[in-house]
């Protein structure tokens, strides 16, 4: 019984021992030693891809003037109803044709004292995917009553088709950098740590001016659609080896 009340004490002593000391292994290593830390290199890339555009936001309108607010309107919305049919008579159906403004507005004296009649606007926006029928659109239009001018916009239809590329190109640009600073500091690029973008999404929409009205109806109305530039940057971190 002796010996078996000592076994006990000992093994309650190792237990209290081992409760109280330190254990390495939730330390992370030997006391004294510290991780090392990843090596990295991060590096800025960019890229830009050109492109012809495949779509034109042609904007027109129809503006007239009666001395009753309700002639007014009734005038302009015929007016605006033969250039919709001038257009649609172009292939534009319904889908690619939106109102974007209509308003009536007095119109004053010189002295501002009464009103002497009423002005209303109204303007479409026809979305064009046939870059050879912009002219001719508009030419249609005029020639049906458009006497307004907003512009024309030309845009990309995949505007996401040119920007994977630049951004493609933009991490090889990336990693060529990365490679030539390695080299120079006598070391290798690993694997990608991360990798952002940092440019702003997708192509800027190109906008154009075009002179309406007389001039238009008297000859074709000429439109060259013109390059759109898609640029892409990102920012990448590697490993170094």
Same mark, same amino acid.
């Given at each position: ?12 002593? +190792? ?19 510290? =991780? ?19 779509? @034109? ?9 009666? *001395? ?9 919305? %015929? ?15 319904? %889908? ?23 002005? *209303? &606007? ?9 870059? =050879?029928?912009? =002219?001719? %659109?508009?030419?249609?239009?005029? +020639?049906?009553? @458009? ?14 088709? =040119? ?14 950098? $990365?490679?030539?600073?390695? %080299?120079? *500091?006598?070391?290798? !690029?690993?694997?990608? !740590?991360?990798?952002? &973008?940092?440019?702003? #999404?997708? #192509?800027?929409?190109? @906008? &154009? ?9 008297? $000859? #074709?109305? #000429? ?5 759109? &530039? ?5 920012? !990448? ?5």
């Amino acid at each position: 019984m002796k010996r078996i009340g000592l076994v006990l004490a000992g093994v309650l002593v +190792g237990a209290l021992i081992a409760l109280q000391a330190p254990s390495l292994a939730q330390s992370g290593g030997t006391p004294g030693t510290t =991780g090392t830390q990843q090596r990295t290199i991060t590096v800025n890339g960019t890229a830009s891809i050109n492109a012809k555009p495949d779509e @034109a936001d042609v904007s027109l309108g129809v503006h007239t003037q009666a *001395a009753k607010a309700q002639d007014a309107m009734d005038q302009n919305a %015929a007016k605006m109803n033969q250039v919709i049919d001038a257009l649609k008579k172009m292939g534009i159906g319904d %889908a690619d044709l939106a109102t974007t403004d209509v308003s009536l507005n007095p119109m004053w004296n010189n002295d501002g004292s009464s009103i002497v009649g009423y002005q *209303a &606007e109204n303007s479409v926006t026809a979305t064009i995917h046939d870059m =050879g029928q912009v =002219g001719k %659109a508009i030419d249609a239009a005029v +020639g049906a009553g @458009a006497n307004l001018a907003g512009g024309i916009t030309f845009k990309l239809s995949d505007a996401n088709q =040119g920007l994977n590329q630049a951004l493609a190109k933009a991490v090889q640009n990336a990693r060529a950098k $990365a490679d030539a600073m390695a %080299a120079a *500091a006598d070391t290798t !690029v690993g694997q990608v !740590v991360t990798i952002a &973008e940092t440019s702003s #999404p997708g #192509p800027l929409p190109y @906008a &154009e001016r075009v002179a309406y009205g007389a001039a238009a109806q008297a $000859a #074709p109305t #000429p439109v060259n659609p013109p390059t759109i &530039e898609t640029q892409a940057t990102v920012t !990448v971190t590697w490993s170094l080896v």
